[in-house]
Nanobody, 117 residues
Framework: QVQLVESGGGLVQPGGSLRLSCAASGITFSLYAMGWYRQAPGKQRELVAVIFVGDSTNYADSVKGRFTISRDNAKNTVYLQMNSLKAEDTAVYYC???????????WGQGTQVTVSS
C-alpha cells in the first residue's frame, strides 16, 4: 500500500518560513520524481516544485528564489523549504510521487499552509 504523508504545514506570518515534509512508503522512492503541488480555494491545483531522480529540479515562477525542494532517498522523504512566504502562498500543499515509465502516480492527503498576519 502506497502512502505519502505530509507534515509541517501551519499558520505563519508574511515573510516567515515553513518546511514541509513528505514521507513515502510502499514505493521504491529513489525511482520516483517527487513533487509539491498546491491548491488555493477556488483555484486549480498547480505545480510548485519537482525534483527528479537525478536531483534536477523545476520550480513555478512564483516561488523561484524563495522555495527549495530536496529529497533524502535514505529516509524516503521529500522536503519543501519555503522562505519569504506571502499571503498568496496560502493553499493546501500536496505531495506527489510520479514514475511515468510504469504509469504510477500517487498523492498525499495534503497539508494546509496559511500565510496571514
Amino acid at each position: 500500500q502506497v502512502q505519502l504523508v505530509e507534515s509541517g504545514g501551519g499558520l505563519v506570518q508574511p515573510g516567515g518560513s515553513l518546511r514541509l515534509s513528505c514521507a513515502a512508503s510502499g514505493i521504491t522512492f529513489s525511482l520516483y520524481a517527487m513533487g509539491w503541488y498546491r491548491q488555493a480555494p477556488g483555484k486549480q491545483r498547480e505545480l510548485v516544485a519537482v525534483i527528479f531522480v537525478g536531483d534536477s529540479t523545476n520550480y513555478a515562477d512564483s516561488v523561484k528564489g524563495r522555495f527549495t525542494i530536496s529529497r533524502d532517498n535514505a529516509k524516503n522523504t521529500v522536503y519543501l523549504q519555503m522562505n519569504s512566504l506571502k499571503a498568496e502562498d496560502t493553499a493546501v500543499y500536496y505531495c506527489n510521487a510520479n514514475r511515468r515509465i510504469v504509469f504510477r502516480n500517487y498523492w498525499g492527503q495534503g497539508t494546509q499552509v496559511t500565510v496571514s498576519s
